[in-house]
């Protein structure tokens, strides 16, 4: 799986820490040219989508009787699917738990 998305997730993450914790970062936002968060989230999700899609298409054309897909290649390609899935399910766990405690913070 690709991790460039998650590393540039993590790179927003780390810069907008700085800004709560009142430091000022070398560059801030997509106008100074960093990363658009909205951006690369989709993009990790749009990843993870099309994982799944050609896995179960594998798995399809395996049940078919292709007999240009391998049992191997199919269970490892739907392995991956399930990983990256769960990986998403835990960043989109951590972020609402931010949020929440962004939200419950008293000023």
């Not at 780390?14 to 997509?30: D, F, N, V, Y």
């Not at 989230?41 to 009787?65: C, H, P, R, W, Y």
């Amino acid at each position: 799986m690709d991790t460039q998305g998650i590393e540039q997730m993590l790179s927003v993450l780390r810069s907008t820490a700085t800004q709560a914790g009142g430091s000022k970062p070398a560059e801030s936002g997509a106008a100074a040219g960093g990363v658009d968060f909205a951006q690369v989230l989709k993009s990790s999700i749009d990843q993870v989508n099309n994982a799944q899609k050609q896995a179960t298409q594998m798995a399809e054309n395996l049940a078919a009787g292709d007999s240009e897909q391998n049992l191997h290649e199919v269970m490892a390609a739907l392995q991956t699917a399930s990983i990256s899935f769960q990986e998403m399910v835990q960043v989109r766990n951590r972020l609402v738990s931010a949020y929440q405690d962004v939200m419950n913070m008293q000023v």
